[in-house]
């Protein structure tokens, strides 16, 4: 992922779009952490599995306009990724599904 092709103000945009949907993933429901979230319960892989990204339907992250952006739980966010280009690459997205296969908690 290049962050060059993200702007400076990225992570309020980010920030604000969760925040609008109640850190809930847009596609399967799931409840996301918030920043800060004690978790002393969950491992790293598991707090990985809920966290909120925000997706970029033209996979264009310098593309910003609201209905551009999705909220998506990593398990989504991946999912939309698996069979597209996009700005993950294709060892990041296999770790990630591996790890979300295996967290095994509910939220």
């Not at 604000?16 to 993933?25: F, T, Y």
């Not at 996301?32 to 004690?38: A, D, T, V």
């Not at 990985?48 to 339907?57: C, E, F, N, P, S």
């Not at 999912?79 to 060892?91: D, E, K, L, M, V």
């Amino acid at each position: 992922m290049s962050s060059s092709r993200y702007p400076s103000n990225w992570k309020e945009i980010a920030t604000a779009v969760k925040e609008s949907v109640g850190w809930r993933c847009q596609k399967c429901g799931k409840l996301c952490l918030k920043p800060g979230e004690k978790t002393p319960e969950m491992t790293l892989s598991q707090r990985r599995a809920y966290t909120l990204q925000v997706h970029h339907w033209n996979l264009n992250p310098a593309d910003n306009r609201i209905e551009n952006l999705a909220p998506l739980c990593t398990a989504c966010h991946l999912y939309y990724h698996q069979f597209r280009r996009g700005n993950i690459s294709p060892g990041q997205l296999s770790i990630e599904l591996k790890i979300h296969k295996n967290s095994g908690v509910s939220r």
